[in-house]
């Protein structure tokens, strides 16, 4: 067992899906704030309270925004070096637009990036996690217009030079390859996804997705650039979710189909974000699906100049794939895919493949070979609060403990990983879902799909367990 000294052990979150703090100190509208429900057939993001049938956003997420210092010295309690948590854009630009930013925004973040250097806790910030000023969407329909470059890249300057001294470690877009996903969920490029409104639809418009997707790329190496400028410590990441295929049989053609899923879906975001360049096989995708994008003069240098320092991704499963099964529909698995009979699925039906992680490092490692972080990773389940007010979670402790093992055989394996931010420290709404009923947490947040709770916090067994596996350095799992 062998953690480099310095791992940074900790808990990864997402704004939009612990906040609540809607419209207070001068925030505007996000994205976030108007999904209300349908969306994908699922209901989605807040906690809703029903009524008659209907669904609601509480818009309170699991009130982060008035209880982080409570939260924070939880984590600190637990020994975190790092947390990973994003910011809302429209917290620091309520419109996306404006030339100022609005400084109750901008205060709120540094009081709780003071919270955790008090505590000694590395803050690892995303800049966008699935959301974005409203207004962004309803004007230029997300990262479909180039003019959003231009004020992601103002928003993104503006929190590095503010934050100069108090964050070393950013990552631009949350899982940015969703976007290339053929059902993705394509939050990831500003676009509302619910298929029934007009704004747009660039399921069926492939044109339309990968020139988004092109902006994204572009945004984000410009970001990384900014952040070097402004201070050459910073460390900027890129963040894929990273699902790992296997072919079903040992038949070439369902090895073929790997490769292809694996370039479209885990690979190209990645290489581009690192590699500072378009690879060959997503070229010859483009040609073969007749994608035409419009590519600027100078764009290829900026995303030379611009790769990423660090290479982060989640990883919760991994994924079955047939040459002869269709990848979309047959079902198992958030991803589709067909059912791999020597791995148990999640209650949510994915599934769980702690070897598969040793797997993937070793991949990423041998790709890229910049440093890896695993910035998501854990277990939703439905938890039951005893009548002692205990959480009993074994379940979720034996996935996190069978997954760090692997971790530790694919460091001794020679692999430079150097954090691992487990998701999520507090229970949280779901992102695919809109529960809360999906819980994550090591700290239990008392509150319901029904509306009820009071948002007390309580520690769960594994709570308690992931403590003893931070204070060993992960020798005592
Ligand atoms: C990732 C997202 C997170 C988080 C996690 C768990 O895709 O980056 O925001 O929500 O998945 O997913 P879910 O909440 O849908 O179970």
Redesign the pocket.
């Known amino acids: 067992m062998s953690f480099p000294k310095g791992f940074l052990w900790g808990g990864a979150t997402?704004a939009n899906?612990i906040e609540g703090g809607y419209l207070e100190g001068r925030k505007g509208d996000s994205i976030s704030d108007h999904i209300s429900g349908g969306s994908r057939s699922i209901k989605r993001r807040f906690t809703r309270v029903i009524e008659a049938d209907t669904f609601y956003p509480s818009h309170e997420a699991v009130d982060f925004y008035h209880h982080y210092k409570e939260d924070i010295r939880l984590f600190a309690e637990m020994g975190f070096k790092a947390f990973r948590m994003s910011i809302t854009w429209s917290r620091i630009f309520p419109k996306g637009i404006e030339d100022e930013p609005n400084e109750a925004g901008l205060k709120f973040y540094d009081d709780i990036f003071d919270e955790c250097l008090k505590h000694g806790i590395e803050p690892i910030v995303t800049l966008m996690?699935?959301d974005m000023p409203y207004f962004l969407l309803d004007h230029y329909q997300g990262f479909c217009s180039r003019e959003v470059v231009r004020h992601f890249v103002r928003y993104a300057e503006t929190i590095f030079k503010r934050y100069k001294n108090k964050v070393k470690y950013w990552i631009t877009f949350?899982?940015i390859n969703?976007a290339c996903l053929p059902s993705g969920?394509l939050e990831v490029l500003g676009i509302y996804d619910d298929r029934t409104t007009d704004y747009t639809d660039p399921y069926d418009d492939l044109n339309k997705r990968y020139q988004a997707l092109h902006h994204v790329l572009i945004a984000s190496a410009e970001a990384v650039n900014a952040a070097h400028k402004i201070n050459p410590d910073n460390k900027v990441g890129c963040m894929i979710?990273h699902v790992t295929l296997y072919p079903r049989t040992c038949s070439p053609k369902d090895m073929i189909k790997v490769q292809d899923l694996d370039h479209l879906f885990n690979d190209f975001c990645g290489d581009v974000q690192v590699f500072g360049t378009y690879p060959a096989y997503m070229k010859n995708y483009y040609k073969a699906h007749n994608i035409e994008i419009n590519i600027e003069e100078n764009d290829m240098d900026i995303l030379k100049e611009g790769c990423v320092d660090y290479y982060t991704f989640?990883y919760?499963m991994s994924n079955c794939v047939s040459a002869e099964g269709d990848y979309e529909t047959s079902a198992g698995n958030?991803l589709g895919g067909v059912k791999n009979p020597y791995l148990k699925n999640s209650e949510?039906g994915w599934q769980v493949d702690p070897i598969g992680l040793r797997y993937t490092l070793n991949k990423l490692n041998d790709r890229y070979g910049i440093p890896l972080m695993i910035v998501?990773n854990?277990l939703?389940a439905v938890d039951e609060l005893t009548a002692d007010r205990k959480i009993h979670d074994e379940y979720r402790i034996s996935y996190l403990k069978d997954h760090i093992k692997q971790m530790s055989k694919a460091v001794d394996d020679g692999v430079n990983l150097i954090g691992y931010t487990m998701?999520?420290p507090i229970d949280?709404?779901?992102?695919?879902?809109g529960e809360m009923k999906?819980r994550?947490g090591l700290i239990y947040i008392n509150k319901n799909d029904d509306g009820m709770g009071d948002y007390s916090r309580i520690k769960k067994d594994s709570f308690y367990w992931y403590k003893k596996c931070i204070e060993s350095n992960g020798e005592i799992l």
Do not use: R, V
């Open positions: 997402a899906q996690h699935f949350n899982e969703f969920n979710a989640s919760y958030l949510w998501e854990g939703g998701w999520s949280l709404i779901s992102s695919s879902t999906k994550y």
